[in-house]
């Protein structure tokens, strides 16, 4: 069977034309002609089937034959909220991969205990359209600036909110155990998981986010590295929310 390519075009029913870089991808690299066919998507939750109407070195003019809505594989929302790793090279796998899976929106905090203070979104978002198209996704997901984890924490969330870390219960005087992230997601509801950096959450970030009413939350049984937590959880909220 031959692959079928997706581009990534936000304003395509405006402008009627693949962006500069797809349209070198199309051209340059795929070789497309005149009158073949493609798949594009605006990212915003929709298929485009199209016929390319006009190539030049670094323009794509296409006519679109038909336009149809993703079906969207999982119900509610998911929600990954991480403090970025010292490594970026880390950072940069993990967004790759949840995209893959199924995440509505990634953002990242900044904590007591963060080794990294800077993520450049201009290339997280290359990397999150990069994963969408690769995994052939009509919806790419909403990225966010760093925020401080007060601040972060202190803004309205419509749905379930949990953190992750790896104190006892009587560390931080919780009344209850830890759960399951998977055996208490809400189907419908939306999910958001926070994930601590290298060191973890502090014990005093752990106790306002709880204060704040998020839940303690269990990824298993094993010690995870952040990156690898974040896609575990990432990955349980979408087998909880599957369809």
């Not at 390319?52 to 679109?64: N, R, V």
């Amino acid at each position: 069977m031959k692959e079928v390519h997706l581009f990534y075009a936000p304003d395509i029913e405006q402008t009627q034309e693949l962006p500069t870089e797809e349209a070198i991808h199309a051209i340059r690299v795929l070789r497309l002609k005149e009158g073949q066919q493609l798949l594009i998507t605006d990212g915003k939750g929709t298929f485009y089937d199209a016929e390319l109407s006009l190539a030049s070195q670094k323009h794509c003019k296409i006519k679109i034959i038909n336009a149809y809505p993703e079906k969207k594989l999982w119900k509610g929302s998911i929600h990954l909220v991480v403090a970025p790793t010292k490594s970026i090279d880390r950072i940069e796998w993990l967004v790759e991969k949840a995209t893959e899976i199924g995440v509505d929106k990634i953002s990242f905090l900044n904590c007591d205990n963060s080794e990294r203070h800077i993520v450049k979104s201009e290339r997280i978002e290359k990397i999150v359209i990069a994963a969408m198209k690769q995994s052939h996704k009509a919806t790419k997901p909403t990225i966010e600036e760093m925020m401080n984890f007060d601040k972060f924490i202190a803004k309205p969330f419509q749905g379930q909110r949990f953190i992750a870390h790896c104190y006892l219960e009587s560390d931080i005087s919780e009344s209850t155990e830890k759960s399951f992230l998977g055996q208490i997601v809400k189907t419908e509801e939306g999910t958001q998981v926070l994930i601590g950096p290298e060191g973890d959450f502090s014990i005093d970030e752990v106790r306002k986010a709880i204060k704040a009413g998020f839940q303690s939350i269990s990824l298993g049984e094993c010690r995870l590295r952040t990156e690898t937590a974040a896609l575990v959880a990432v990955h349980l909220m979408y087998l909880a929310k599957r369809l």
